[in-house]
């Protein structure tokens, strides 16, 4: 999708950023009891392994390590930063075009 869509350097790193730090900040709406996950789709836990971490347990809960994310999640935001970008790009080059004028 990515050499397709844009190609470019700048847009794979920023998409790839989105990947990793897109699920992470679901984090705290997950535990917050706002959203959360089919018990089957749950199947990533990102921060398994971290125990002991006092700011952590403090903005996340105690039971911070057991926060299941879908695996699925950081592929999407990929895509969808993906897709965002050349959206962007195509309505910014329809905007700069003049509009075709008729005599």
Excluded at 42 to 52: A, K, N
Excluded at 55 to 77: F, I, M, N, V
Aim: aromatic content about 12%; glycine content about 14%; hydrophobic content about 45%.
């Amino acid at each position: 999708q990515w050499a397709i869509l844009d190609g470019t350097l700048a847009a794979l790193l920023v998409a790839g950023v989105t990947s990793i730090g897109g699920p992470l900040s679901e984090l705290p709406f997950v535990a917050g009891g706002f959203w959360e996950y089919l018990p089957s789709a749950g199947d990533y836990l990102p921060l398994q392994g971290w125990g002991g971490n006092e700011l952590l347990s403090h903005w996340l809960g105690p039971d911070y390590e057991s926060l299941a994310l879908s695996s699925l999640t950081g592929p999407c935001y990929f895509a969808v930063t993906m897709d965002a970008i050349a959206l962007g790009r195509w309505f910014d080059v329809g905007a700069s075009s003049p509009p075709d004028k008729e005599t």
